[in-house]
């Protein structure tokens, strides 16, 4: 399995720090507040990018990951 590593960071487009997720030499993901919310940006294929609330995506992550342990017993 991949190790992601976390990078805390300035960048021009945000007013506040963000948290760069990697994987290896590819950014993976950037964590940032915006309007009190915590927000995530996820990257892939050539620098696309899809944005979600951190809430939400933990809430559907947490019910696949329920679905998967129900269906294994």
């Given at each position: 399995?991949?190790?992601?590593?976390?990078?805390?960071s300035?960048?021009?487009?945000?007013?506040?720090?963000?948290?760069?997720?990697?994987?290896?030499?590819n950014?993976?993901?950037?964590?940032?507040?915006?309007?009190?919310?915590?927000?995530?940006?996820?990257?892939?294929?050539?620098?696309r990018?899809?944005?979600?609330?951190?809430?939400?995506?933990?809430?559907?992550?947490?019910?696949?990951?329920?679905?998967?342990?129900?269906?294994?017993?």
């Amino acid at each position: 399995m991949k190790k992601l590593t976390l990078q805390l960071s300035s960048v021009s487009d945000k007013d506040d720090l963000v948290v760069e997720i990697w994987d290896e030499d590819n950014q993976f993901a950037e964590v940032y507040v915006e309007n009190d919310e915590i927000k995530i940006d996820i990257y892939y294929l050539n620098d696309r990018c899809l944005s979600f609330n951190l809430s939400e995506l933990q809430e559907i992550f947490s019910k696949a990951a329920q679905l998967l342990n129900y269906q294994i017993c």
